[in-house]
């Protein structure tokens, strides 16, 4: 079996050594390593000339995540691809799993698996799983983005044929969007295995606050609407947990007021859903309370 790994790169270069190496170091099978500059201004270009020779290395103008992601699909010669970001890692073993999910699985166009949460010193926090039955998978990714790219392979063809990345979302969206587009282009399935390293720090994406994901997001669910001809009533859900997630980022900053409002939103849609509700009420106590009740759940669990 042979991959494409394909890691698009920002100023990465307190990182980067080590995504490349993860991927490198995968055995098994055979691979190329597809790094794509995305216009970096730190040291990001030296922390890479180690590996000359060893790797692909693609440099182009500040385009974001999604255009240096498509520029990598672009440029492989492998029939699968999988994505690893720049700060993130493979953990051993995980394309040789991958590859054995592939020959069971023929027909699939894309796998994705579990991945660890660690921070930036590679402290292991948890296990971020993923809902692996694929009957209701078509349904779900669009109700909610589960997946975390490095944890993804897929047919590089039918990611041509989607168009790979939307590049105009440059917050959030762009990889939401493509797992449901491909969802429709044939079966996806769960390796089963915990393939890599999520890096929480402060410039990761997830744990951003901010409209701009928020409507990133919805760009994105009302182009899927529109080109996939959604259930309305799952286009409504959808949109609720858009606005719950965003509600959760506010409160997580500190931002009860903005918070407060994100949660409306979603109740507006979802007037049952128990954790928008729970979030309101959260957003209504004293920041110091609210800390209290987190320390009191954390000692009970």
Request: proline letters at 4%.
């Amino acid at each position: 079996m042979k991959f494409s790994v394909v890691i698009p790169a920002c100023n990465a270069g307190r990182f980067v050594a080590d995504a490349v190496l993860s991927a490198l170091d995968q055995e098994g099978v055979e691979k190329e390593v597809i790094v794509v500059d995305d216009g970096s201004t730190d040291d990001t270009p030296q922390a890479l000339e180690r590996f000359a020779g060893r790797l692909r290395l693609l440099r182009q103008p500040n385009l974001g995540v999604a255009a240096a992601r498509n520029r990598g699909i672009r440029e492989a010669t492998c029939e699968w691809i999988a994505f690893l970001d720049g700060d993130d890692l493979f953990l051993p073993g995980h394309l040789a799993r991958a590859g054995q999910g592939i020959a069971r699985h023929p027909e699939a166009v894309m796998f994705y698996a579990d991945v660890e949460a660690r921070d930036e010193e590679l402290r292991f926090r948890k296990v971020l799983r993923s809902p692996r039955d694929p009957a209701a998978f078509k349904e779900r990714i669009v109700l909610n983005n589960f997946i975390y790219s490095n944890s993804v392979v897929a047919r590089r063809d039918a990611l041509l044929l989607c168009a790979g990345f939307a590049e105009d979302l440059r917050h959030a969206g762009e990889d939401w969007e493509l797992w449901v587009r491909l969802s429709r282009r044939g079966p996806v399935f769960h390796l089963g295995h915990v393939a890599g390293v999520y890096r929480w720090h402060e410039r990761s994406k997830i744990r951003s606050p901010g409209p701009g994901l928020r409507e990133d997001n919805l760009r994105a669910l009302e182009r899927l609407s529109r080109d996939l001809a959604l259930e309305p009533a799952l286009v409504r859900q959808a949109r609720a947990r858009i606005y719950y997630e965003s509600g959760v980022r506010y409160l997580a900053a500190g931002e009860r007021r903005l918070s407060r409002e994100e949660f409306r939103r979603a109740l507006a849609l979802a007037p049952t859903d128990a954790g928008s509700w729970a979030g309101w009420l959260l957003s209504l106590l004293p920041a110091a309370l609210t800390r209290w009740l987190r320390r009191m759940r954390g000692a009970v669990s």
